[in-house]
């Protein structure tokens, strides 16, 4: 089921006198992973629901499949599969009835329905629970099932919005198991998360939005390396005394949580730390030289810090 | 897999067949024998015992004159729920689902209209049922009769259209359907569903008598009793008419938005 990417060009949405998205591009080659990362609010599922067909453009274009999204939208819809933000399934049928509903929805046949039905539920681990209704499942039991109901008929591309929200870490290790074994049927992914490390291990590549605008884009490690080089890190008690040590000696130095933190470092700035430590006789616990995580990366690229949000 | 399973009438009634049944089943969770069965015969024969002695020195047949409010009553009830349906759907990303599904667009609204249809046929066969113990009767034959249950339904139909513009502009389904009581009672109090219109007093009385759910009722009754139905029932129908035509082109509009 290859051959569906997805082009955006100069997108735009506004809501109002607030502009949600405003001339986002970028492209999802076909079988990739893109990962749309950004705080709350930043426009990722407008960008979605804009590619989904849900919401018109205010401007620029988009394409799924080959579709033009403002000109054949049920060409756009009969090439995707959306999951959206919430688990949408019905609560008061079983998960069986819930993806017959949509097989049949679709056009398969009874019998066809059931049989996807069932292979969904065995695939996604759901098997136990087919015949119960679904307000009995956990979250991440709703969400397997969610994601298992836009599959019903194969799509060459899928929107997953925020997969993981929401989940606690066992479902969210289910959500990814699920994520790597569609990537490996070769489906066009394009998701959204808030979850640097989500991205970061599910996405080839990176489109980093804030505010609605594109802010960065790659692969994980060229967004790291954007940011800058490595950082050194250097753990000794007390801090201050290896934070006076280092001050005037080596740039871009602070303390973070515990932490000296040498930003911007390569190999010379480490022997440069090593050298300073040991002039002032301050012994380290440890120091060590690492890539930026993506958080680091995001602070470094939107000036902000990941908002936390309650939902 | 490469059947069309958007355009064309068979997908719209294929499709809306499909998602009638499903909300039937979801309407069934929230209609209890109480609010489908006893409610209504509570209501009938409440008011028969309230306002039966009163109304009759004014020559007026409680029994008679009273279940066609109930049902109008009814009518709106099954509008407020489907009102709540639609926002939670809303809520739920359901009907975001279905808008991004390759599916026929007016399939959502076929299912919804035909679920709603079902729950109003079943309350007025209740409250119809219920008349008859209490002596109401069709007097103008089964055509007329007909038309009764015909005309109640694309009342619900018509106000429901109206209140769903509102459930989808909304995502709380609790407070569309408080605010829509808020609505409903008066227009139905301010009405001749219990008392006739020159029960009232006078300088609320024009009001009374010249809003849509008198007309509804006014239609309801010639067509429960015989006598003169045509003038009744156009009169019903045109405001019918004019208030879909307002409420739909909401209703689209507010399915349009809803994501």
């Known amino acids: 089921m290859n051959g569906g990417g997805v082009e955006v060009e100069g997108l735009r949405k506004v809501f109002g006198d607030k502009t949600a998205v405003d001339e986002v591009s970028f492209t999802v080659e076909p079988g990739a992973v893109v990962g749309l990362l950004g705080p709350n609010g930043a426009g990722k599922t407008t ?10 453009l205010d401007g620029g274009r988009a394409s799924v499949a080959g579709h033009d999204v403002a000109g054949d939208p049920s060409g756009v819809r009969a090439s995707i599969a959306l999951t959206g933000q919430f688990a949408a399934v019905d609560d008061v049928l079983t998960g069986r ?8 929805l679709l056009k398969l046949g009874k019998a066809e329905a059931a049989a996807r039905a069932g292979e969904l539920l065995t695939g996604f681990g759901l098997a136990d629970a087919a015949d119960q209704p679904v307000k009995s499942y956990s979250g991440g039991m709703r969400r397997r099932l969610d994601l298992a109901a836009s599959l019903v008929v194969s799509r060459p591309v899928i929107f997953l919005d925020e997969p993981t929200t929401g989940l606690d870490p066992v479902g969210r290790q289910e959500m990814w198991d699920v994520v790597a074994s569609l990537r490996e049927k070769g489906v066009t992914l394009l998701l959204t998360t808030q979850y640097l490390e989500e991205a970061d291990r599910l996405a080839d590549r990176i489109v980093l939005i804030d505010d609605g605008k594109v802010v960065a884009e790659g692969t994980p490690g060229e967004l790291k390396k954007q940011v800058g080089g490595q950082v050194c890190e250097v753990r000794a008690e007390p801090p201050e005394d290896a934070l006076r040590a280092l001050r005037g000696k080596v740039d871009n130095v602070e303390e973070s949580g515990g932490l000296i933190v040498v930003r911007d470092a390569d190999g010379g700035t480490l022997a440069d730390v090593v050298a300073a430590l040991r002039e002032r006789g301050v012994e380290a616990d440890d120091i060590r030289l690492r890539r930026p995580t993506l958080d680091e990366a995001f602070i470094a690229l939107t000036g902000h810090e990941r908002k936390e949000t309650a939902s | 897999m490469t ?5 064309g009438l068979g997908n719209l009634f294929g499709q809306g067949l499909l998602l009638a049944g499903r909300n039937i089943r979801l309407n069934s969770i929230a209609d209890t024998v109480s609010t489908m069965v006893i409610f209504p015969i509570i209501f009938v024969f409440g008011f028969l015992a309230l306002f039966g002695n009163l109304l009759s020195v004014r020559g007026i ?15 709106f009830s099954v509008a407020i729920t489907a009102a709540f349906f639609a926002a939670s759907d809303r809520r739920s990303g359901m009907l975001a689902r279905y808008r991004a599904l390759a599916i026929n667009r007016g399939a959502v609204v076929v299912g919804r209209m035909a679920a709603d249809s079902v729950r109003a046929v079943l309350a007025i066969a209740v409250i119809v049922a219920t008349g008859y113990v209490a002596g109401f009767r069709f007097q103008a034959g089964p055509l007329a009769a007909l038309g009764f249950v015909a005309l109640s339904v694309a009342f619900a139909l018509t106000i429901s259209a109206g209140t769903s513009a509102l459930g989808l502009a909304s995502r709380d389904p609790e407070s569309v359907s408080s605010t829509l009581h808020v609505i409903y009672l ?7 569903a219990f008392v006739p219109a020159d029960a009232f007093p006078g300088w609320i009385e024009p009001v009374v008598r010249h809003q849509p759910v008198t007309a509804v009722l006014d239609a309801l009754r010639a067509l429960a009793e015989g006598g003169p139905t ?6 019903a129908l045109a405001w019918m008419a004019g208030l879909l035509a307002v409420f739909s082109a909401a209703a689209v509009q507010a399915f349009r938005r809803a994501t």
């Open chain 1, 47 to 56: 960008v979605i629901n804009c590619l989904s067909t849900l919401l018109p």
């Open chain 1, 97 to 104: 009835q819930n993806l017959v509903l949509f097989g049949r």
């Open chain 2, 3 to 7: 059947a069309r399973t958007e355009a």
């Open chain 2, 61 to 75: 047949d409680y029994a008679q004159f009273l279940p066609p409010a109930i049902v109008v009553q009814w009518m």
């Open chain 2, 186 to 192: 008066p227009l139905l109090m301010v009405s001749s």
């Open chain 2, 230 to 235: 045509a003038g009744p029932v156009v009169k």
